[in-house]
C-alpha cells in the first residue's frame, strides 16, 4: 500500500505553499510524489468551456487531456474519492501520495497553523503527526517552522516512506484491495517477474501493472 498523507489546517495558513516546497525537497531526495487537492466545488477543473466537460456531458465516464508535458483525466463520480481509491485508480509508479486537505479521513496528518486562527488544531490528535506554526503550541508531536522544508520531509521520511527497498504486490479487485497471503504473494512476485523478458534499467523491475477484464 502507498504511504499517504495529509496537509490540513485553516484557510489561509499556508497548506498550498507548503506543498508546493515539500514536493521539491522530496523530489531533491529521489522520491516520486503524487498530490491531491480537495475541493468543495463543483466543476472546479472541468469547466462548460472545455471540450472535456462536452465529453462527460454527452455521457463520457472518462475523458481525457494529454498535452507535450501532461496528461489530465477526468472520471464521471456521485461521490468524494478517498485517497486510497484515488491511489488504486491511478496505478502508477509512486512512492508517496500527498493530500491537501481530507481532515476527517483516518490518514497521519500534519497540520499547518498560524498565529491569529486560535490555539485549538484540526486534527485527531491520534492522527497528527507534526504541526508546522509560527508560535508554540501545546502539543505532544514535533512542531516545525513554516521555512523547516528540510525537517518536515524528515519526519515524513522517517515515519511514512519505508527506507529499504522491498517488493509490494497489491491486488486491486473492481478498485477494491484484497487481501494476499504471504505465501501467495511471493509465489506470483516471483512469477510475474519470471515472465518479463528483456528489461531495460538493467533488468529492475520498479512497477508492473496486469489488468484482467472479464466481458459479460
Known amino acids: 500500500m502507498r504511504s499517504i498523507i495529509s496537509i490540513v489546517g485553516k484557510s489561509s495558513s499556508g497548506k498550498t505553499t507548503l506543498l508546493e516546497k515539500l514536493i521539491a525537497e522530496l523530489k531533491k531526495r529521489e522520491y516520486k510524489v503524487a498530490i491531491v487537492k480537495h475541493s468543495h466545488h463543483k466543476d472546479d477543473l ?4 472545455k471540450d472535456t466537460w462536452r465529453f462527460t456531458k454527452a455521457g463520457s465516464e472518462l475523458s481525457a487531456i494529454n498535452s507535450l508535458d501532461h496528461l489530465a483525466i ?21 512512492d508517496i501520495l500527498l493530500t491537501e486537505g ?13 498565529s491569529g486562527q486560535g490555539k485549538e488544531l484540526l486534527t485527531d490528535p491520534k492522527f497528527l503527526l507534526a504541526v508546522v506554526t509560527d508560535e508554540p503550541l501545546d502539543v505532544s508531536v514535533p512542531q516545525f517552522s513554516h521555512d523547516d522544508v528540510a525537517g518536515i520531509a524528515d519526519i515524513i521520511e522517517k515515519t511514512i516512506l519505508s527506507p529499504n527497498n522491498v517488493n509490494e504486490l497489491k491486488v486491486v479487485i473492481n478498485g477494491v484491495p484484497a487481501q494476499v497471503s504471504p505465501h501467495l504473494e511471493g509465489l506470483l512476485t516471483r512469477t510475474l517477474t519470471a515472465m518479463i523478458p528483456g528489461l531495460k534499467n538493467n533488468g529492475e523491475v520498479k512497477n508492473l501493472h496486469v489488468s484482467l477484464r472479464r466481458k459479460h
Open 46 to 49: 472541468d469547466t462548460a468551456a
Open 74 to 94: 477526468y472520471r464521471r463520480m456521485d461521490d468524494y474519492f478517498d485517497p486510497q481509491d484515488i491511489s488504486n485508480f491511478v496505478l502508477w509508479d509512486f
Open 102 to 114: 481530507f481532515k476527517s479521513s483516518n490518514y497521519p496528518k500534519i497540520e499547518v497553523h498560524r
